[in-house]
Structures are given as structure tokens and as C-alpha cells.
């Protein structure tokens, strides 16, 4: 069974960037037919994509976050991580990682969610 | 960007009741449509795929329809555990989720 990990901090401060790695168990993040995403959900609000990494480090992102982020990649440890810069209290949410399938519209499976607070 | 538009915002239901959600794209997506439940606390769970394929372990209480740019979610019988928010996303170039539709109960 497939499972998926999120780590990182809690509290991130005005200005400062954050990171965010999501670790993969039960299968392999080299196996060459996933995206792995990430995806945000704001306080009682809806879901929103932030993008995808391919094992290759091929990156996709949203267009209103590309100037702000990275992502990579570490094929050994099974992980690919997350770095959105210069955060504000706009960017307060649940940050979620998750799998799609390549050539398929969904995604079939997700992390627990790590809350992420901006705030000084 | 695609934008997803659900309706209605907020289903008010009994159990056993049942429950037809609307999710309307602003172009077409052809089939590229899933829905997710999401329950508090929770990350979305997978329902549907490809507009109307259900997802491994999904009661079949539960079935999608639609293509292009109109798409329904039906719940035939409402059981306790359903009453949740729902979304539909799509993908198109990038991925977009709607506003969500709560299933609440009446």
C-alpha cells in the first residue's frame, strides 16, 4: 500500500521560504508513470494545486506561484520536496503531497496534510 | 485556466435521501474529471475518475456521468458516513479544483 508523508515546520515567518519534503513508502518514486504534486488548502476553503515533479525532475507549476518555488526530487531517500519563497500570511494552509498517475487526470493518492502558519 | 464551478454550495439531506452534485467546467475537459470526499481533519479521498469510473473500494452508492463541461456526482442513498464536502477537479494543462459542495444533513 502506498503511502505518503509530509514533514517540515509548522510556523514559517513573514518573508522567509518555506520547505517541505514528502516522503514515499510502499512503491517507488522512480517508477516512471507518476507526477508527484503538491497541493494547498486554505482554512475552510478549497483545494489548490501548487504542482508536480516527474522522477526525473521534470517540474510542472501552477502559474500564479512559478516565480516563488522549486521542487526537486531524491530518488534514494524516495522523497521530493517543496520551497515556496518570500511567504505571507496569504500562504497560510494545509499543504498536501500527492500521487497522479501520468497520463491520468486524478490523483489517487494523498498525504495526511501538514499545516503550515505564516506568522511573525 | 479552467475554472470549475460547483453547485449547489451546501446540500441539505436526510439519510437515505438522494444526493445530486453539479460540477460545470468553463471549457471543455472531455473525461478528465475526478471528485473527491473530503471529512474534516481529512485529506480528500478518491470517488470518481474519468467522469464516471469509480475508485478501487468506492461503494457503488456513488457513480459519476458527464462529459465536456457538465458533470454530476450522485449519491443514490445517503449513509451516515457520505455526509462530507465534495469536490471535482480537472485536468487540462494544469489541475484545478471547484469551490466544494457540503453535504450536510437536513
Known amino acids: 500500500q502506498v503511502q505518503l508523508q509530509e514533514s517540515g515546520p509548522g510556523l514559517v515567518k513573514p518573508s522567509q521560504t518555506l520547505s517541505l519534503t514528502c516522503t514515499v513508502s510502499?512503491?517507488?518514486?522512480?517508477?516512471?508513470?507518476?507526477?508527484w504534486s503538491w497541493i494547498r488548502q486554505h482554512p475552510g476553503k478549497g483545494l489548490e494545486w501548487i504542482g508536480y515533479?516527474?522522477?526525473?525532475?521534470?517540474?510542472l507549476f501552477n502559474p500564479s506561484l512559478t516565480s516563488r518555488l522549486t521542487m526537486s526530487v531524491d530518488t534514494s531517500n524516495n522523497q521530493f520536496s517543496l520551497k515556496l519563497s518570500s511567504m505571507t500570511a496569504a500562504d497560510t494552509a494545509v499543504y498536501f503531497c500527492?500521487?497522479?498517475?501520468?497520463?491520468?487526470?486524478?490523483?489517487?493518492?494523498w498525504g495526511q496534510g501538514t499545516l503550515v502558519t505564516v506568522s511573525s | 485556466e479552467i475554472v470549475l464551478t460547483q453547485s449547489p454550495a451546501t446540500l441539505s439531506l436526510s439519510p437515505g435521501e438522494r444526493a445530486t452534485l453539479s460540477c460545470r467546467a468553463s471549457?471543455?475537459?472531455?473525461?478528465?474529471l475526478a471528485w473527491y470526499q473530503q471529512k474534516p481533519g481529512q485529506a480528500p479521498r478518491l470517488l470518481i475518475h474519468?467522469?464516471?469510473n469509480r475508485a478501487t473500494g468506492i461503494p457503488a452508492r456513488f457513480s459519476g456521468s458527464g462529459s465536456g463541461t457538465d458533470f454530476t456526482l450522485t449519491i443514490s442513498s445517503l449513509e451516515p458516513e457520505d455526509f462530507a464536502v465534495y469536490f471535482c477537479?480537472?485536468?487540462?494543462?494544469?489541475?484545478?479544483f471547484g469551490q466544494g459542495t457540503k453535504v450536510e444533513i437536513k
Open positions: 500527492a500521487r497522479a498517475l501520468e497520463n491520468a487526470g486524478h490523483f489517487d493518492y
Open positions: 510502499g512503491g517507488s518514486i522512480s517508477t516512471g508513470i507518476y507526477y
Open positions: 515533479i516527474y522522477y526525473s525532475g521534470l517540474t
Open positions: 471549457q471543455s475537459v472531455s473525461t478528465y
Open positions: 474519468d467522469a464516471s
Open positions: 477537479q480537472q485536468r487540462s494543462i494544469w489541475y484545478s
